[in-house]
């Protein structure tokens, strides 16, 4: 029995070993990138010795570029504003409006119930380029082309699928017994459902949020298409680094660090709260 | 402010001091030689602001433009302060990257808008927008001496140029013929030809090939006896951008064509002719011997990035690429020369086909006089040179600014060989391809089959002719066949 | 379990609250999205058309002419294919690799929980910006992927440049950013099972497979589910990481549906065409999340009767 429990635990740690290297490597790599120029990027064979520099991250946050023979203005930051402001509010509309439609879905059966959360499901099915170009003419008529509403609106295609069944599935995996007896003792609808659902189904609406935040931050086409360019996302604005004097690789790499820094701040911090919360099972238990 | 500056850059235009003695008073001033440029057409435009035509017509309009994010609009956003002095007009852009800049611009003008009233494109582009009928024939403009200041001077603009974005609509249609529409202006352009990498091909005694078999050989050469370098860089990607350079350019060196234009106007395959054949296999053998390792993923920035960074002997494709690898903090740069090049041997001179980065104008926009201002001035003769003598605007799309000494002894300090290469190429220097709307298709299909080819998927003969083939029924389904 | 004679009154109870409820929490939700039923049609119009936005001129309702063209149209069955192995494989792997993490940080350790954020990370990579960084990592004289094939002795390993690996090379990219999507959805199914048929199969010395196999998949199958539907949804409709890598090529190796409809879009603009072939992927998507909501539904109906 001891010698199994060792030798599982020698695999499990090689295991999580192998996993880490293949999905962290690449993550790393693209760091250490951020830190040099083309100079030693493209060096043959490539090595992980260089003369780290903070240029990259200079030029993106200054927003300007120092090129061979001109500057260019790059609009880096700005970039990264507009994924920021796009992704929270498009994410804060999903929850408002899917998470209740969940919870109507997960414990009110209701006529029909069951139609209309899979067509609301369907809106997933659709590939994006099939609406688009009707979309961009519909914008264009009713004013809703290159704004941030639209662009909000068209974003709840990619949020609110997402949100609607994975909070669906927490709600039903909360013994509904918790909030019958909250009702029992006299309290309404909306308290119940604030006091006792919501924060019982807390991690999986975390959960949901993060991902839904994670697949609009990565979004490409949508802005692209709909929006001016001071409207466009750090997906469109990174590409700027491929340029007429060659392909700015540490520029990239630093703008997809810049990118990653935001989201996985928010997945720490979500983190405990997170962790926290997926003791659901215990109230199950 | 810069009123002193003012004046020396004035008494330069009169001619009254030389270039250096400007310059050398500008520095004086603690003025930077590209700032002096901005000043020095500063004085251009006022010159251009006397010669009797009404710039101040629109002033107060704001025109907005979009822009791919390239040299060419560096160049103008470097200079169009005077534009809006001149005009009294402002000017508002939007900047995209060049990797989804085609898709905006097809996303903008299909669904109708009206926010840009002008934009960059490629010419064959334009054998989609013209029919669409997203653009404006710009001839309409150009001939009315009401909208077009009398120094435009159009037959300025290199011919092959020129004739290269004006088109009747016509499936097949010949490009620059009498009843074309000029549904662009060119802004500038890029020939393919050959940059190599002079140290390298001194290292192993190489030299310069003049034809095909001598390219395949060449490239070979150096694939061998340079240690982690790979011959030659091509484009090899899947799509219409690895036909359109080097490739088409020394297919039609041969006099071989894309489509068969019929005396019905009915268009066919033309890529399964034996000579056409022979030259797909010439390819086809120097990709698989000395091209890139991953060639078939390659676009004109993988092309041009391992020629900078030191990994290939040489490219051929367009030699502004070329012109900027020999530049800023690429490791071979200073290294790299250039070399005009005719694939075939019985060719006299080589027939680069051309890309040719233009201005065309929104048929959507509300404000298209005041637009064809900014293009007119954008693409005018003082611009041109300004862009060409201080910023990256080359090629230039003008015989004044290639006829400018300025101009030309800069690039031959810099980049040797360059200035000869153009003035070689430039008399064959067009479009060789059959302007259609099937463009895209056909050619990413192109890509596609030379993949295949390349890979040993299937034989060149054989792959050709599927090729012909599906062509043929493409341009039948669309009724063009 | 005590929650087992608790499913139903809580229903009943709520059933007397006013009846409009349920309509008025889920319709918000319904009207912001039924937006895009507009555009839809419009697209389903296209798609019945031939229409070539070159060809203004030419464009007339064909009806079905679109689709019956692809019957006849090899590079259409490519497509299929090539699509649905990609969906497949993706899947395939992610699903086994993504469970097999889910299980390894199962345990509630400030390790694990970690680990678990810190391999969102590839997530939180666009897949555009990612592919072009794998490009550069796979390149063959300056990628340091390329160069770990040649230590492990692989010589001339050409990725996604060579039809026989770039199929491979993209399945990796895609398990690469997208396995850490399921790990984190299994991860917290796993974590909010109950614990008692656990607890009270350790006491019966029940072998560890056999509980894996009869209690934790069993439960787990609705979150298996749920990631699955999201990622087949995604997986079939792949563009970014197969465009950013390869185009589509080499040859019409990658050609899956989005690339094709977005190359007849964008640069054909052959509208028809392009709508003609989403509107299949459309229809396959829409049959594939059917099955599977309606295996979702099955399940949680039976883990409701049975606990």
């Given at each position: ?69 001109a ?14 402001f796009?992704?929270?509010?498009s ?106 659902a ?16 994670i ?44 990118s ?26 | ?8 850059a ?109 934009f ?126 080097g ?101 006299d ?11 065309a ?5 509300k ?15 003082e ?40 003035d ?7 479009i ?35 090729l012909a ?13 | ?22 309509y ?17 049609f ?6 019945l ?164 196999w ?78 599977f ?15």
């Amino acid at each position: 029995m001891q010698s199994v429990s060792t030798l599982e635990r020698v695999l499990r740690g090689i295991a999580i070993t192998v996993i880490i290297l293949f999905f962290m490597f690449p993550i790393l790599w693209i760091f250490l990138m951020s830190f040099q120029t083309n100079e030693t990027i493209l060096r043959v064979p490539p090595s992980i010795f260089f003369e780290p520099t903070l240029v990259n991250y200079k030029a993106l946050i200054s927003g300007r570029l120092e090129g061979s023979t001109a500057t260019l203005e790059i609009a880096f930051m700005s970039n990264l504003y507009n994924s920021l402001f796009l992704s929270v509010t498009s994410v804060t509309v999903g929850l408002l409006l899917g998470v209740p439609a969940a919870y109507a879905f997960a414990r009110l059966k209701f006529r029909g119930s069951e139609d209309i959360a899979f067509t609301l499901l369907s809106f997933r099915f659709a590939p994006p380029l099939l609406v688009l170009l009707p979309l961009t003419i519909y914008f264009q008529q009713i004013g809703l082309a290159d704004t941030y509403v639209g662009l909000i609106w068209v974003y709840q295609l990619i949020v609110l699928p997402l949100i609607l069944w994975i909070v669906r599935g927490y709600f039903e995996d909360i013994p509904a017994d918790i909030e019958y007896a909250y009702r029992i003792a006299g309290h309404g609808f909306w308290a119940t459902f604030r006091r006792i659902a919501l924060p019982l189904a807390g991690p999986g609406i975390a959960a949901a949020g993060l991902l839904a935040f994670i697949f609009a931050w990565n979004n490409f086409i949508f802005a692209l298409v709909l929006a001016s360019a001071d409207k466009q996302p750090v997906t469109v604005g990174a590409l700027a680094f491929i340029t007429a004097s060659g392909i700015n690789y540490g520029q990239i790499a630093a703008g997809i660090i810049l990118s990653i820094a935001p989201t996985f701040a928010l997945a720490l911090y979500a983190q405990r709260y997170l962790v926290e919360g997926l003791s659901l099972g215990a109230v199950k238990g | 402010m810069y009123e002193r500056e003012k004046r020396l850059a004035k008494s330069y235009i009169e001619g009254k001091i030389s270039r250096r003695g400007m310059l050398r008073g500008m520095a004086s001033m603690g003025v930077t030689a590209a700032t002096a440029g901005v000043l020095v057409n500063a004085a251009a435009t006022q010159a251009l602001a006397q010669n009797g035509f009404d710039w101040k017509k629109h002033a107060g309009t704001t025109v907005k433009l979009l822009l791919n994010q390239h040299p060419y609009a560096d160049a103008m956003i470097a200079n169009i302060e005077n534009f809006k002095e001149l005009t009294g007009m402002e000017v508002e852009y939007d900047i995209f990257p060049e990797d989804v800049y085609f898709d905006k611009v097809t996303a903008a003008l299909s669904s109708g808008s009206s926010e840009y009233d002008a934009f960059m494109t490629g010419a064959y582009m334009t054998w989609t927008y013209g029919p669409a009928g997203w653009i404006d024939d710009l001839n309409e403009y150009i001939g009315d001496s009401e909208k077009t200041n009398p120094d435009y001077d159009w037959d300025d603009m290199l011919q092959g140029v020129r004739d290269s974005c004006a088109w009747n609509g016509q499936p097949g249609g010949a490009l620059g013929s009498a009843d074309a529409k000029q549904w662009c202006i060119p802004w500038g352009y890029e020939q393919n030809n050959l940059t190599y990498n002079s140290r390298m091909f001194q290292e192993a005694g190489l030299s310069i090939p003049t034809n095909l078999d001598e390219l395949v050989a060449t490239a070979g050469e150096a694939n061998s006896k340079l240690d982690g370098v790979y011959g030659i860089g091509v484009r090899g990607s899947r799509s219409w951008a690895t036909i359109h350079p080097g490739f088409l350019s020394a297919y039609a060196n041969f006099g071989q064509k894309d489509l068969n234009v019929g005396d019905d106007g009915k268009l066919s395959a033309a890529m399964n002719t034996d000579v056409s054949r022979a030259m797909h296999e010439k390819w086809v053998q120097m990709i698989q011997e000395s091209g890139a390792p991953d060639w078939a993923t390659h676009t004109w920035y993988q092309a041009g990035t391992d020629l900078g960074a030191g990994k290939s002997a040489m490219i051929f494709d367009a030699d502004i690429l070329g012109y900027f690898m020999n530049g800023g903090e690429n490791a071979e740069a200073g290294n790299l020369s250039f070399a005009p090049f005719a694939a075939n041997p019985d060719a006299d001179a080589p027939t680069p086909n051309i890309w040719i980065w233009s201005l065309a104008m929104a048929s959507a926009s509300k404000q298209k006089d005041a637009a064809w201002y900014f293009m007119q001035w954008a693409s005018g003769p003082e611009h041109g040179l300004f862009g060409a003598t201080e910023m990256d605007f080359v090629n230039p799309v003008r015989k004044s600014v290639w006829a400018d000494a300025g101009f030309t002894s800069r690039l031959d300090s810099s980049y040797p060989g360059y200035v000869e290469m153009h003035d070689l190429s430039a008399p064959g220097a067009k479009i060789h391809f059959t302007a259609q709307p099937l463009f895209f298709d056909l050619t990413t299909e192109w890509a596609a089959t030379l993949q295949k080819m390349v890979a040993n998927e299937v034989p060149v003969d054989e792959g050709l002719d599927q090729l012909a083939q599906s062509v043929d029924r493409q341009l039948k389904e669309a009724g063009l066949g | 379990m005590t929650t087992a004679t608790a499913g139903d009154p809580p229903k009943r109870t709520f059933k007397i609250s006013k009846r409009y409820l349920p309509y008025l929490l889920s319709l918000p939700a319904l009207l912001t999205c039924i937006g895009i039923l507009i555009p839809f049609f419009t697209a389903v119009a296209y798609s019945l058309q031939r229409y070539r936005l070159s060809q203004p001129w030419a464009r007339e309702y064909n009806w079905g002419a679109n689709y019956l063209n692809f019957l006849s149209d090899p590079s259409f069955w490519n497509t299929l294919k090539v699509s649905l192995t990609y969906a497949f494989l993706t899947v395939g792997i992610e699903l086994l690799l993504g469970l097999g993490i889910a299980l390894l940080l199962q345990k509630r350790t400030r390790f694990n929980n970690f680990v678990s954020i810190m391999l969102l990370m590839p997530l939180m990579t666009a897949p555009a910006l990612a592919s072009l960084m794998w490009k550069l990592m796979t390149n063959p004289g300056f990628g340091i992927l390329s160069y770990f094939a040649e230590l492990l002795g692989i010589e001339d390993m050409r990725w996604a440049s060579d039809p026989s690996t770039a199929m491979l090379t993209v399945v990796i990219v895609d398990v690469w950013v997208y396995t850490p999507f399921i790990m984190i959805l299994l991860l917290a199914g796993l974590r909010s099972l109950p614990r008692q048929p656990f607890e009270a199969a350790e006491l019966d010395g029940v072998p560890r497979l056999f509980v894996f196999w009869r209690i934790t998949l069993p439960m787990l199958t609705p979150f298996l589910l749920t990631a699955t539907l999201f990622r087949v949804i995604e997986s079939i409709q792949q563009f970014d990481i197969i465009y950013a890598m390869t185009q589509g090529g080499p040859g019409d190796t990658l050609t899956v549906f989005q690339v094709e409809a977005y190359l007849n879009f964008f640069q054909s603009t052959n509208v028809g065409r392009s709508a003609a072939l989403l509107m299949i992927l459309w229809a396959i998507t829409y049959f594939l999340s059917s099955v599977f909501i309606k295996n979702w539904l099955r399940l949680r109906e039976r883990a409701r009767g049975e606990a």
